[in-house]
């Protein structure tokens, strides 16, 4: 009961730090760009959420229901997924398994293109076709990383993969299937929350918008479940990354104090410090990076896509060549 209750506080851990990671990324860019932004911009996104619930929805009137539950749906599917993920114990209080995780983040773009159509607005069809574009190539790139997990380790379950890869950590520093897939992966975490330069988060522009088109149609209490749900699913993907890919315990590995006290806090330690470099890389990458064109965006994804089919292969010849 104990571990059940911890492993529901950590999801809903996640729930409440997602905001925050957002915050830690736009502070980081601030400072680079050399603009003067204290500490307390961190949390800008909290309050940027509390304005956006205190206000009533406004809905057009040609939108169905469909489009008034969309908001909803899109927080329970990512907000559930929260509850998937180990962050501080191995344990979850939902069991999934990497094929449950690609469709859940389709379906959730799926409801939300579906939602940009159904509002009528010119501009919302064109970013629910773009959405559906980039999914569509992450959907490829996740597919091919879950058939080379489940090659490695021979299982699809998230939990067993997360504890097989922390056990093995050394493997994935030195073994380049596992340094092909980490590649791909944070492609796929860049296309999944708008983060390659042609869809810019910060823009009404309408030829860089993807997902910004369709929440453009949304306000007040539906634009706060939507943004807070987008928030979740980037915290969601970039946990995902580094259990999977970064699993080197920073803390621990050098710990020789025992008890289980120490493990939590060598646990929150090892979380925070890889999170933080993570997110300044990621500010860094967005910071340098030029804009691309439209067409230009498939380059990514085929990349990601070329690097899991390398990792796959090289899995099945290493199988062959050991078993002869």
Partial sequence: MQIELFAFAQGVLLLLLAPAMVGVVQYFKARLQRRTRRLSFIGQPYRDLLKLLRKTAVRPQTASRFFGITPALLFVTYGGLAFTIPILQPETFIAADLIMIIYALGLARFVLSLAGLDAGAPLGGVGGSREMFLHFITEICLFLILAALALQWDTVNLEALITNQANNWKLTFVQPQFLLMGLAFFIIVLFENGR?????????????????????????????????????????????????FVPLSLVRTWSFLPGAGWHFVATTIDYGLKLLFFLFILAFWEMQRPKLRLRQVIRPGLMAIVFCLIAIVYIVATVLSESA
């Fill in 196 to 244: 390659i330069p042609i869809d810019n988060p910060t823009t009404h522009l309408e030829l860089t918008m993807s997902h910004r088109a369709i929440t453009l149609e949304f306000a007040g209490f539906d634009l706060a479940l939507i943004e807070w749900a987008e928030m979740i699913k980037f915290a969601f993907l970039t946990t995902l990354f580094l259990d999977l």
